[in-house]
Each structure stands twice: as C-alpha cells, then as structure tokens.
C-alpha cells in the first residue's frame, strides 16, 4: 500500500525567508502527487499536483514542487514566505482509477514577522 | 462555481443520537469522496462514490457509519448512534475523472462534536 511521510511536523520561518517542505512517498509505480494547504478553520485547497512530464511543478501563490523519483520525494517550496503563508500543509499521493488519496500528517507553518 | 457545499458547518450532540452530514459536490463531477480529520488519524479516506454508486466503503471505521449518494448533486454521511470517539471534521470532496487530470476539491468540512 501507498504511504506518505512529512518528516516536519512544525516549521517556523521568517517573513520573506525561503521554505521547503518535504514530502516523501512510498508507491510501486509513479504515483499521482498533491500538496494541499489549509488554514484554521477551512477546508484543503490544491497548491499544485504532479501527474507526469515536467517533474518541476508550478502551482498557486508562487509555490513550486519537484518530483525526484530516485529519492521518492515531492518537496514544496517558496522563495520568499509571506504572512498569510502560515497554515498547515499535506502531501499527499494518488493511486488507483479514483486517484484515491493518501495523505500525509501534515507540516504546520508558522510565519514570523 | 459555488464550490464543494456541506452542512451544517457545526454540529454538536450528544452520544447516541443520530447524526447526518450533507455534501453537495461541484457540478459534473462524477466522484464524491468523505474524509474524516482527527489529530490522532490525521485525515482518512472514508468512503467514496463514483457516478452515485459506492466503490470502497473500507474506510468506514463500524456499521454506525453509513453513506448514500441517491443523486448526483447530494450525498450523506450518517452516524447513528453518535459516540464521543466521532468527534472529528468531516469533509467532502469531488473531482472529474480525466485522462489528465484528477485532482479533489474539499468542501470546508463539518466540524462535528459528541458530547
């Protein structure tokens, strides 16, 4: 079966710092990769997902992924962190005809000013 | 596009009493899935629906948990009897199955309290 580890349970970084958040998965064959982000109170949104071609992924809000197959990691990343960035974020891997997803545990941002 | 729609947002009641968690899925969608969040589990998938039908209920933690899906625009999630362990957000999410892309939208969850 899938899996997927978010070693970073809690990360602080400064206001215009870079980030990376990792993200590795556990999978057979080229999994279908999703990072999600949520804030206090809401539901998931999509950053940015990675079905094939291009292992470097641009998604929403400047974030940016790569898919390295020979290390099964999906990290996220961000030039310059901004306030509002400070949420919680999941990776997550799909399989299967439904691109049923398994998620991660979660990273928690916090961004200091 | 109004997005993912659930109800209620909150839901407080006490163990024993039955409990309906409604989701109205993005337009045209042919899945519907419902996920469950705790601090404990993190997020498990529950159950999901393709085209109305039920395809992998192995998510659903007891028989107290059941999910209908009788159109393409409603689904629900019951728990009967509600115990204080359910206590978690649940959401709903849809998506569109395509050679190239599948990716969920989430609703913004039914936070649910059993006293």
């Known amino acids: 079966a899938q899996s997927v580890t978010q070693p970073d349970i809690h990360i602080t970084v400064s206001e215009g710092a870079s980030l990376e958040l990792r993200c590795n998965y556990s999978?057979?064959?080229?999994?279908?990769l999703f990072w999600y982000v949520q804030s206090p109170g809401q539901g998931l949104q999509l950053l940015l997902k990675y079905f094939s071609g291009d292992t470097l992924v641009q998604g929403i809000k400047g974030f940016e992924a790569e898919f390295k197959r020979s290390q099964s990691s999906f990290n996220l990343r961000k030039p310059s962190v901004h306030w509002s960035d400070a949420a919680e974020y999941f990776c997550?891997?799909?399989?299967?005809?439904?691109?049923?997803?398994?998620f991660g545990t979660g990273t928690r941002l916090q961004v200091t000013l | 596009d109004a997005g993912v729609i659930q109800s209620p947002r909150h839901e407080v009641t006490e163990m024993g009493q039955e409990v309906t968690l409604r989701c109205k899925p993005i337009?045209?969608?042919?899945?519907l899935f419902w996920y469950r969040q705790t601090m404990m589990r993190g997020l498990e998938l529950l159950i999901y629906f393709n085209n109305n039908v039920p395809i992998d209920d192995s998510g659903m933690p007891e028989d107290r948990f059941s999910a209908k899906m009788p159109n393409a625009s409603f689904s629900t999630l019951k728990i009967q009897p509600s115990e204080p362990r359910d206590s978690a957000v649940y959401f709903c999410a849809s998506s569109l199955r395509s050679r190239t892309t599948d990716t969920q939208y989430f609703g913004p969850g039914t936070r649910l309290t059993v006293l």
């Open positions: 337009s045209g969608h042919d899945y």
């Open positions: 999978y057979g064959a080229t999994p279908y």
């Open positions: 997550a891997v799909g399989v299967g005809t439904a691109s049923k997803l398994t």
